[in-house]
């Protein structure tokens, strides 16, 4: 039996992005490894949890135990013996409709996706969901248990922020409207005003950058900076924090330039599987300036390297604060993807409050 592995892993990505017409919707779509995939339940769970209890907040022991529970179910491997955690299916669906609205695709789908295409080729049949499972939980990793939680680890930094469809309202309509469309004192969002603008203003300068400029490495270079400015912002220079996010940036600025020149060394085939010629309506240039089109190759590239890693060993170091693995309690990550509660009476059209205001104004005259 095949042995699946990192390049086990990379060969499917490759694959799925061959084939991604006949897989998927969009040649964008980001794939999830091991660690995203975690992080995506992590934030599900504590998604389920506000609804259900009212804290935004997730246990590390309740995560570990709905992740071996997920692995499971999602690779229709028994599941019968498992314990689980409760609200099982609405944190399922809570998991999918992420991926779902976040145009992304978890491991465990691009397998079976990439099998069920190619069902004649021997790679996938010899290829067993357990040993999927092996690698998404580490096993051939792991010393131990992949529970062991002692064992440390270099940082990761894969933390995605989520670009909520209401917050940017929110924003763009006290932006276009000024003073007189600030949020009553009682808006929940209202002191978030200032952090909302800062986080919509970050993505529009990336936006800017691929929408500007045309050479790859340059765009990719001043996107990581942009981030890495983001990231270091009110920092001590000589913080090892800041050191560590410059030898990132560095790391991660070469390995964009080398996937670059890659592409560029091939003229009749993508060394990338990303079709060089034109994409059509959908593809890669969909919703991006065309200038951008070949930044966008790089970083999926990237992105694809990143899904083929091994999963991280030490599970709460990846998921709360670097200062409470020992204990595995206290501040989590989930604090920078924490919204503020939604109120019921959302912000209405523009056109709406205009013709309220013509209403008042005439029965004032009256």
Not at 57 to 83: A, C, F, G, I, R
Not at 299 to 312: G, I, Q
Request: glycine share 4%; net charge negative.
């Amino acid at each position: 039996m095949a042995v699946f592995n990192q390049k086990s892993v990379s060969d499917m990505i490759k694959e799925f992005r061959k084939n991604w017409r006949a897989l998927c919707n969009s040649e964008r779509t980001t794939l999830c490894g091991a660690d995203s995939m975690l992080l995506a339940l992590q934030l599900s769970m504590a998604e389920n949890n506000k609804q259900h209890s009212g804290e935004f907040t997730v246990s590390l022991s309740d995560v570990l135990l709905t992740w071996k529970y997920l692995l499971h179910e999602k690779l229709n491997l028994p599941v019968e013996n498992m314990d689980v955690t409760d609200h099982y299916e609405d944190v399922r669906k809570i998991y999918d409709d992420f991926l779902k609205n976040s145009n992304m695709l978890d491991l465990i789908d691009v397998y079976q996706k990439c099998r069920a295409l190619t069902s004649n080729c021997e790679n996938y049949n010899t290829v067993s969901p357990s040993q999927l499972l092996d690698f998404l939980s580490g096993k051939q990793y792991a010393v131990g248990d992949e529970t062991d939680l002692s064992i440390p680890t270099s940082p990761t930094s894969k933390y995605n922020r989520d670009n909520e469809k209401v917050a940017t309202s929110f924003i763009r309509t006290i932006e276009l409207g000024g003073k007189g469309y600030a949020p009553p004192p009682s808006d929940p969002l209202r002191t978030h005003v200032k952090g909302l603008s800062n986080f919509i203003n970050f993505i529009d300068k990336l936006d800017e950058i691929l929408g500007e400029i045309p050479n790859p490495s340059i765009a990719g270079g001043q996107i990581l900076s942009v981030i890495k400015m983001q990231l270091i912002k009110g920092q001590n220079s000589r913080d090892p924090f800041c050191k560590a996010i410059e030898e990132v940036a560095q790391d991660l600025d070469l390995r964009i330039k080398n996937i670059i020149n890659s592409q560029e060394g091939v003229v009749a085939l993508s060394t990338t599987d990303i079709s060089p010629a034109r994409p059509k309506s959908h593809a890669i240039n969909h919703g991006t300036a065309y200038c951008g089109r070949d930044t966008v190759k790089a970083l999926l590239v990237l992105l694809d390297e990143e899904a083929a890693n091994a999963p991280t060993k030490n599970k709460a170091e990846l998921l709360y604060d670097e200062e409470n693995t020992i204990h595995h309690h206290g501040t989590s990550i989930l604090t920078l993807f924490r919204s503020p509660t939604q109120v019921n009476n959302s912000i209405k059209p523009l056109r709406e409050r205009i013709c309220v205001s013509m209403q008042e104004k005439k029965i004032k005259r009256v």
